[in-house]
């Protein structure tokens, strides 16, 4: 069957995407692009007859509204528009007309493209659909064209979202997201959707700690092993925004796209713009079912290099600060790889002038005062040690106190007439620009080459703020959507020119994380916040969308550093192992016995990392709970391994039996439990680990973990 069918003669599409399915009614004649369905299995035959004609309507409701597939704004609709354009006489009201449709089709998936017009006006627009075989997600975006002539003036988009996602009428509608700030971020809440517009953006020019371009929605039944589950996720790194509209008619839309408001974007005569991806999958498993979608997805289409086991890592960052040099980062290497490492990054102060963060921003060359042999020793001794090098950079940003502002200050982002105020000591510059970009590729090729660096870890901490390009634009604000484009096009050259490098994501922590920019990177630094207990609420939000392959978890100090939290060291590894494993903690101060031990679990950790990195994931519970769990299952199902944390002591309340998902009923599993708490001889039939489960007790006290591997027996 094809991925795409089609009925002419009603002007009816049906994507098969995965188990589930979206429909469309395209009718030239009324010039409308309607969705019919978007849920579970239809045939074609289903999906023809599905349309029905519009109820008798009245002057102050429009039959259009929540139904259009990319709503404009003009004609008799009243819903907030997915497209809106101000032309050159200050008019904006567009009456579509289609002028039909094409479907592709390859072994790797199919696209459908509709072609519309605005009557009498230079603007054409293209609504893409791409759907992947075996896959349950949509991708969905649009592509607008000034379609006028030389001499014609341009005309403003105002408001262009990259899809339009219409739900089926339920009685009620739940919204989770997740929302939070920096050393916070990716706390899940899930609530009540009221009638009106509710909307998330970034107005950062990136994405942003505050909240995720992604949103759930449900009846308000859903659970995390059964309902039905809508989500939409925008593939973007720059400002953004998302808008629910839930009518008093009971429809509901997702509306979503890239700038925020204000961000207006000129299109000159022939000139084209075209959103990012927005992303749609609908699931009847609940939020676990999408969670295991959403990453089996990020795995076969977004990240770049999604077959490979990411290493240990030792970052350098919380035992030395600025105060790097040559000595100690060789002695911490050495520790590093004493422990089992097998990445070593030096973090922020290698550079320049860099003996804090007032300085040095810019200037990419080794500091004389701590490597006055230049950086190669250091990667040589790394190497030497049989681990990768990797190296902190920040390309986007510039330190007033530098040589390069010195002598390029038009190339940050400001308004000529205003105040740059920095943050962080420091300034943003302007990536829309071909010439910096140029230069940012340039530096980083020659360091990557210079110094045999293996892995960088890419941050930007610092928000876009009085930002405006002085690249000779009107529209100066569409650099909050510009900026990230222009650092995504020196990603693409970099990963091009060098193959084997591989890259980290990072702004301040989670503050740029989402599929454009997983498209292009590794992994992520998920959060600034190393707090064993706090990563488990900030783990949990981010698992939602995004797979434990990607996501960046140390092991550090104790007390930690940002919260003076003291916790044991195997509840620090036991919540770091549920991600990429990584270590960032002084390991001059550890003891023998404890560097012994975290030995140990790094050699238990690359054990079974190919499940927790490549499995389907389990949340068994969550962060909220008196003892919670997650649960990965590796793809042939020999394999299972359970992370389980209680915070605080039982006192005395019961704790439901760990229920295992995901194994063979009929198989044998053996059960090592690493803290001691079952028998050693423990085996059980998968039947029994899902109905009856394990004993969930841990030992007695607050800040207790462990790990259990549950191996089918041959």
């Known amino acids: 069957m094809p991925l795409i069918e089609t009925d002419r003669p009603s002007g009816t599409v049906l ?42 309507g009245n002057s102050f409701h429009s039959p259009l509204d929540g139904t259009e597939e990319l709503a404009v704004d003009g004609q008799v609709r009243f819903a907030p528009p ?49 759907v992947r075989r075996d896959r349950a997600v949509i991708e969905r975006w649009t592509e607008l064209r000034h379609a006028g002539g030389h001499g014609e003036q341009p005309l403003t988009l105002v408001r262009q979202a990259a899809a339009q996602w219409n739900l089926p009428v339920l009685p009620e509608y739940r919204a989770g997201s997740v929302h939070g700030r920096w050393i916070g971020e990716f706390q899940l809440r899930r609530t009540p959707l009221s009638v009106g517009e ?171 005062g701590a490597f006055p042999d230049g950086l190669r020793p250091l990667a040589d001794h790394v190497h030497g040690l049989g681990m990768r090098f990797g190296l902190w950079v920040e390309p986007e940003m510039v330190n007033p106190e530098s040589e390069l502002f010195r002598t390029r200050p038009e190339w940050v982002l400001h308004l000529p007439d205003r105040t740059a105020h920095t ?74 020119a060098r193959p084997a490098l591989r890259i980290e994501a990072c702004s301040g922590g989670g503050g740029r994380v989402d599929l454009a920019s997983l498209a292009r990177t590794d992994q992520a630094w998920v959060s600034d916040n190393t707090d064993a207990v706090d990563r488990l609420a900030i783990q949990h939000g981010f698992s939602q969308v995004y797979p434990a392959q990607v996501m960046g978890a140390w092991v550090t100090d104790s007390p930690n550093p940002f919260t003076r939290r003291s916790v044991p060291l195997g509840f620090r590894f036991h919540s770091a192992m549920a991600g990429v494993l ?3 903690g002084d390991l001059t101060r550890w003891s023998a016995d404890e560097l012994d031990e975290a030995a140990a679990f790094v050699a238990r950790y690359k054990a079974v990392r190919e499940t927790v990195q490549h499995g389907d994931q389990y949340r068994l519970g969550s962060p909220g709970d008196v003892s919670h769990a ?40 053996h059960v090592d439990d690493d803290s001691g708490t079952l028998p050693a001889d423990t085996v059980r039939t998968g039947a029994a680990l899902a109905a009856h489960g394990l004993a969930a007790e841990l030992q007695a006290g607050e800040y207790v973990s462990r790990m259990l591997t549950v191996r089918r027996e041959v």
């Not at 497209?83 to 050159?88: K, N, Q, S, T």
């Not at 009456?95 to 009557?119: F, H, I, M």
């Not at 997650?630 to 944390?645: F, H, K, P």
Request: charged share 25%.
């Open 15 to 56: 994507l098969h995407a995965g188990p589930t399915a979206y429909a469309l009614r395209v009718d030239t004649g009324a010039g409308t692009v309607r969705t019919l369905h978007w849920g579970g299995p239809l045939t074609l035959a289903d999906a023809v007859a599905a349309f029905e004609p519009d109820a008798e």
């Open 82 to 130: 997915a497209l809106d354009v101000r032309y050159a006489d200050g008019t904006g009201s567009v009456e579509p007309v289609v002028d039909g449709y094409d479907v592709q089709e390859d072994a790797e998936g199919a696209e459908l493209t509709v072609s519309l017009r605005d009557t009498g006006r230079p603007l054409g627009w293209r609504l893409h659909y791409r």
């Open 198 to 368: 509710t909307t998330w953006s970034s107005r950062r020019g990136h994405t942003s700690h505050q909240c995720n371009p992604w949103v759930t929605l449900d009846g308000g039944d859903a659970t995390e092993e059964s309902g039905e589950v809508w989500t939409v996720a925008l593939a973007t790194s720059g400002s953004w925004w998302t808008t629910v509209v839930r009518s008093a008619e009971g429809r509901c839309s997702v509306l979503t796209g890239s700038g925020h408001e204000g961000v207006e974007l000129a299109l000159a005569p022939g000139e084209t713009w075209t959103t990012p991806v927005s992303a749609g999958q609908y699931g009847a498993g609940g939020f676990g079912g999408a969670s295991r979608e959403w990453h089996a997805y990020t795995r076969a289409t977004v990240l770049p290099a999604a077959d490979e086991l990411r290493p240990v890592l030792y970052n350098s960052w919380e035992a030395t600060a600025f105060g790097v040099t040559f000595d100690n980062q060789r002695d911490l290497a050495d520790l590093a790889a004493r422990i089992g490492a097998e990445m070593f990054v030096v973090d922020d102060g290698w550079f320049g002038a860099r003996d804090s963060d007032r300085a040095g921003l810019g200037d990419w060359t080794a500091r004389p």
């Open 423 to 496: 943050l962080r000591n420091q300034l943003v510059l302007d990536f829309s620009r071909p010439e910096v970009a140029e230069w940012a590729f340039e530096w980083l090729v020659r360091t990557v080459d210079a110094f045999d660096v293996d892995f960088l870890k890419w941050d930007f901490n610092r928000s876009l703020t009085e930002a405006g390009s002085t690249g000779g634009r009107t529209d100066a604000r569409r650099v909050f959507v510009e900026h990230a484009l222009g650092t995504q096009r020196v990603l693409d050259r970099l990963r091009a």
């Open 582 to 584: 990584g270590v960032g």
């Open 630 to 669: 997650v649960q990965y299952v590796a793809r042939d199902g020999a394999e299972s391994v359970v992370l389980q944390w209680r915070v605080g002591p039982a006192g005395g309340v019961p704790v439901p039996r760990l229920r295992l998902r995901g194994l063979d009923p009929g198989a044998d599993y």
